[in-house]
């Protein structure tokens, strides 16, 4: 883990140092500069020192933190600028992931529980579209859609200025706080869950969702009144369709997944002994043959988060959505190197996370690996 | 109603096919018994012969490519088939359960092994609190000789005569009226197959449980069993008591499946191993299906399906009954 | 020889021992020509195979339709697919015409030449790839699996690795760091891919063949690490790498298509690139107005990447029997 992630700070390292030119040429190019101020840039840059030295920098100002000062928005650091795009490329992509894995394996499984139909061959079919779709045009044709022809949500970009004319306050503090209650939403839920889970049958389930939702009622009510609920509904508005174009193309891979593994599940014995033991239909169905068909689709899980790392930075281009994706594809523009490291570097990390959050999950639901 | 001497389960003319694409495969043929409560019935015969099928149409655990085409399956006069599938569902594990062929396979990987009986006690409302069912696994573990704290254990860290007398406590959660054990101890070596035999028959007789053995094994079925039926090509071709049939077979299918077995009793002779294979179903031969394979074989077997011989409870499907004092009825 | 030969006299001693490697080599090319038969009855006797095969040799005889369209009936000055304009043309980006049949693009080029002339470039990225990732695959695999210890360990490390890489991020880096054309993409592509995931699945095949008892025999007979893991694992390996091949074909083009289409490309023509000229003139939202900008490129791209993955999931069912015997 530590090592891949070393690994990835010294492939970048290299990758740049084993282009042509340098950092300073930029600058030390320019021929009005006299020779002496050329050498105080070098020293200023490091780069009067061997390479190992300047890996050896490299390495321990990428461990603290300190990713350099970005060209395109000079004088802030790279830090800084990712700090502000990072969460909101976060938000894109945990929330399309966790709707698509949602949706692909619930619709997975009742296509393969039901087989034959039309509602099979219509989900195969348009799941398999979507799945080979070429995401940029995939994104173009909702943009058109909705956003052009039907005007439901806007075109692209983070914020409507309009909209954010006289705010006093940054959309970074707005974004924040709403980061914040989703926080604490999920967790709030996740404990109505666990506690009614531990009390069992005392507390019948049925009263999860309205306590729930409450929840959920009691924080769109604090937004109301804190005045900044307008601005926060222009944010979430300019979210809908990148997050709904990056579920759309992710949850097909999913879904077929899980239906071919469905389906060879159902033919496991213990599916046959859960309908032996007379278990309702819908408990054989979501308790065995879900339950142990969800376990290949977990594993693949770590490709479909890759695939969906790669199409937020699609998604974000084509949407103007200012996340990690979109400063990458632009720091790569004018060739910003230093937040180029730093972008590619988070993405690195991002899909490292990803790979253990997939074994932890893995470990968690499949006993045969959790005692060995 | 129910008269305790009305027999438990009654099987007539039962008979189901296959859709398959060579066919229609006709896995079972016009199968009648009776079933006494507290009694134990064996079926045997060759792999491919029916058994099976027989015990999944009791469970009407069938695949969709699966068509009853005749018969009916009375259990205490109330005919099972004609039932909708949610009264289905309530009926089965309560009145009847199953130890399954791959008992390997059949607990779920990823629930701690009482949770999975718990799960079918809850189901029938066997026990009205969680822990009185938990309660009852442990009394049922003990029963097969189980330790009760293996409960909270998953099955991977079971081994195989475990997790076999596991899957029959499972079966005995819910107090069915009849087991069917579908060749439970095959995977299993020959010891722990013999010790959980026994314990099977115990169990049985303690609990006056009525109890189906499917095996094509002679001589288990001689040990545990009070009736026996001999399947051949999706036909009961014999039926009696066990001792009856064992001593004297009248069908020369069950005589020729007896001498490839070592003797129960123990005599030597040699085994004589029965030549050819079991016919393929979606095109049977006509008459007696065991004509191609049978030394006694005449005209009249590759024409006609022989009628029904019996003496007593001791009946069989042949022209050429190898025991004379069957006679042809009516 | 001097032991009489029991049975009459055996050819192969008449023979010299160069014909009879010759006959040896013939009767395993049988072997293989019948699976090779039998398996491609089992793939065209599948749908999703026959349609992929159809789409694969449409669109091959498209990209050879092109120098022969340009050497007969398109005058290079009007058709060129990058320098060409057509001067008759009141308005561009012209709808389709007789003379154009899928218009022209905003800067007067013909689509269609465009089209026919990136479907070659499509086919040689996507084969070329392709092929880097299976000798790649077949021999990290191979090696893995028979060194085991250490080397499989660190091979199974990289994989790791190349897997946790996002590749189109990697390749936009890349992109501002070099200038990536055709051939290098070709090679990253297939780098990433034979050394990550390819890999592994080759690898845990060649896992199973190296305890069949023929590399057994082969090691008692004397065979060389490097006789058997080519003569012998690498063989077997061939079918699974083939299936895997046809992935890689749908990876590289589409990776092709999202870089052309975020400009980051050294190409002349490309799917990719039709898309990204007609986005970067902003008439992809103009929507079904300017159609034939859009629509040709993108469905191309679609469609030739679910060919081979299609054609991919139906060589599936020919070398995995596991998956074969499923259809019931």
């Known amino acids: ?29 320019n021929p009005d500069l006299p020779p002496e101020v050329k050498d105080q840039i070098r020293a200023a840059f490091g780069l009067d020192r061997p390479v190992w030295q300047q890996y050896l920098i490299h390495l321990k100002n990428t461990v603290t933190g300190n990713l350099g000062v970005s060209f395109g928005n000079y004088p802030r650091p790279v830090i800084d600028v990712l700090a502000e795009r990072v969460p909101r490329t976060l938000v894109l992509f945990l929330t399309a992931t966790a709707v698509s894995f949602y949706i692909g394996f619930f619709l997975g499984k009742a296509i393969a529980w039901r087989r034959g139909g039309l509602f099979e061959y219509a989900t195969t079919i348009s799941g398999a579209v979507l799945f080979t779709a070429f995401t940029p045009a995939f994104a173009l044709m909702m943009i058109w859609v909705f956003a052009f022809k039907l005007g439901w949500f806007p075109v692209g970009k983070f914020l409507d200025p309009l909209v954010w004319r006289g705010a006093d306050v940054s959309a970074n503090y707005v974004f924040g706080n709403m980061l914040l209650s989703a926080g604490a939403f999920i967790v709030f839920a996740l404990l109505v869950m666990l506690l009614l889970k531990r009390f069992g049958r005392a507390v019948p389930s049925v009263v999860a969702l309205p306590i729930v939702l409450g929840g959920a009622a009691v924080i769109v009510a604090a937004w109301a009144i804190s005045g900044i609920g307008g601005l926060a509904l222009d944010i979430v508005k300019h979210m809908v369709l990148p997050v709904a174009t990056l579920t759309l193309i992710s949850f097909a891979g999913t879904m077929l997944l899980t239906r071919n593994s469905m389906l060879e599940t159902i033919r496991e014995d213990y599916v046959m002994a859960a309908r032996a033991k007379g278990l309702p239909d819908k408990q054989v169905r979501d308790r065995h043959a879900a339950r142990n068909a969800m376990l290949p689709v977990v594993t693949s899980l770590v490709y479909s988060l890759i695939f969906a790392i790669d199409g937020s930075v699609i998604i974000e281009s084509v949407f103007s959505w200012p996340g990690t994706g979109l400063t990458l594809l632009q720091a790569v523009r004018s060739e910003d190197l230093p937040l180029v490291m730093g972008a590619i570097l988070f993405i690195g990390v991002l899909s490292l996370l990803a790979h253990v959050v997939v074994d932890v999950l893995y470990v968690y639901l499949d006993p045969r690996i959790r005692y060995q | 109603m129910t008269d305790r001497r009305d027999p438990l389960l009654k099987v007539e003319g039962l008979s189901l096919s296959y859709q398959t694409r060579q066919g229609e495969l006709q896995a079972i043929r016009d199968v009648s018994f009776e079933l006494a409560r507290g009694s134990a019935l064996g079926l045997v015969g060759e792999s491919g012969c029916g058994k099976t099928s027989v015990a999944n149409c009791l469970m009407r655990l069938l695949p969709d490519s699966a068509r009853l085409s005749a018969g009916r399956v009375l259990l205490d006069g109330q005919d099972i088939l004609l039932l909708t599938e949610e009264e289905m569902r309530l009926l089965r594990w309560r009145r009847i359960s199953m130890v399954f062929q791959a008992a390997m396979n059949v607990l779920d990987p990823v629930y701690r092994v009482g949770q999975q009986i718990v799960e079918a006690i809850e189901t029938h409302g066997v026990e009205s609190t969680e822990p009185a069912a938990r309660e009852r696994v442990a009394r049922l573990f003990r029963l097969v000789g189980l330790d009760p704290k293996l409960t909270e254990h998953y099955p991977h860290e079971f081994s195989g005569g475990m997790r076999q007398r596991a899957v029959i406590a499972m079966a005995l959660s819910c107090d069915p009226d009849l087991m069917i054990a579908d060749e439970p101890t095959t995977a299993l070596d020959v010891i722990v197959q013999d010790r959980i035999l026994r314990e099977l028959k115990d169990i049985q007789q303690q609990l006056a449980m009525s109890l189906i053995y499917i095996s094509h094994d002679i001589a288990v079925v001689a040990e545990v069993t009070d009736v026996v039926g001999v399947m051949y090509a999706g036909r009961l071709v014999e039926m009696g008591d066990t001792a009856d049939v064992f001593r004297a077979p009248a069908h020369p299918y069950t005589a020729a499946l007896m001498s490839s077995f070592p003797s129960i009793s123990g005599e030597r002779r ?15 031969p006509q008459g007696c299906p065991f004509h191609p394979r049978c030394a006694y074989a005449t005209d009249v077997c590759r024409v006609e399906y022989p009628p029904e011989v019996r003496a007593g409870s001791h009946r069989a499907a042949c022209w050429h009954p190898l025991d004379a004092t069957l006679v042809p009825q009516g | 020889m001097t032991t009489p030969e029991p049975f009459g006299p055996t050819p192969e001693i008449a023979v010299d ?7 040896f080599v013939l009767a395993r090319l049988r072997l293989v020509w019948r699976s090779f038969r039998s398996g491609g009855g089992t793939f ?9 095969l159809f789409i694969i040799i449409v669109y091959a005889l498209m990209a050879v339709a092109h120098p022969i369209l340009m050497a007969s009936v398109w005058d290079p000055a009007t058709y060129d697919p990058v320098t060409g304009y057509s001067f008759d043309q009141v308005e561009q980006p012209a709808p389709p015409s007789w003379k154009h049949p899928l218009g022209t693009d905003p800067l007067g080029r013909d689509v269609l030449s465009q089209l026919l002339y990136s479907t070659r470039s499509e086919f040689v990225l996507g084969i070329t790839a392709a092929l880097v990732t299976v000798t790649i695959a077949t021999f990290v695999g191979a090696v893995a699996a028979y060194y085991g210890r250490v080397v499989d360990a660190f091979f199974m490390r990289l994989a790791d690795l190349m897997i946790a890489l996002p590749a189109i991020s990697l390749l936009i880096v890349l992109s501002a ?3 990536l054309n055709l051939f290098y993409l070709a090679l990253i592509i297939g780098v990433l891919s034979g050394f990550g995931g390819t890999a592994i699945i080759l690898k845990s095949q060649a896992l199973s063949i190296k305890v069949k008892p023929f590399i057994e025999a082969a090691r008692v007979a004397g065979g060389g690490h490097f006789h058997i893991i080519f003569v012998h694992i690498i063989p077997h390996l061939l079918p699974l790498a083939l299936l895997y091949m046809m992935f890689t074909v749908t990876s590289a083009i589409f990776a092709e298509a999202v870089l052309s289409f975020l400009g980051l490309l050294d190409l002349r023509m490309s799917w990719g690139i039709m898309i990204h000229t007609a986005n970067t003139g902003g008439y992809l939202l103009g929507g079904t107005r300017y159609w034939w900008l859009i629509v040709p490129a993108g469905a191309s791209i679609t469609l030739l990447c679910s060919a081979f993955y299609l054609a991919g999931r139906a060589l599936d069912e020919v070398v995995n029997p596991r998956l074969r015997q499923r259809n019931d």
Not at chain 3, 44 to 52: P, V, W
């Open chain 1, 1 to 29: 883990m530590v090592l891949t992630l070393f690994l990835i700070i010294t492939l970048t390292f290299f990758l740049v140092e084993a282009q042509p030119g340098d950092y300073a040429s930029f600058y030390v190019l």
């Open chain 2, 270 to 284: 040699p085994l004589i191993s029965l030549p050819g294979e079991p016919p393929n179903l979606s095109d049977p």
């Open chain 3, 17 to 23: 021992a160069g014909s009879r490697r010759l006959r």
């Open chain 3, 44 to 52: 065209l006797e599948s749908q999703m195979g026959r349609l992929s």
């Open chain 3, 177 to 179: 760091l070099f200038p």
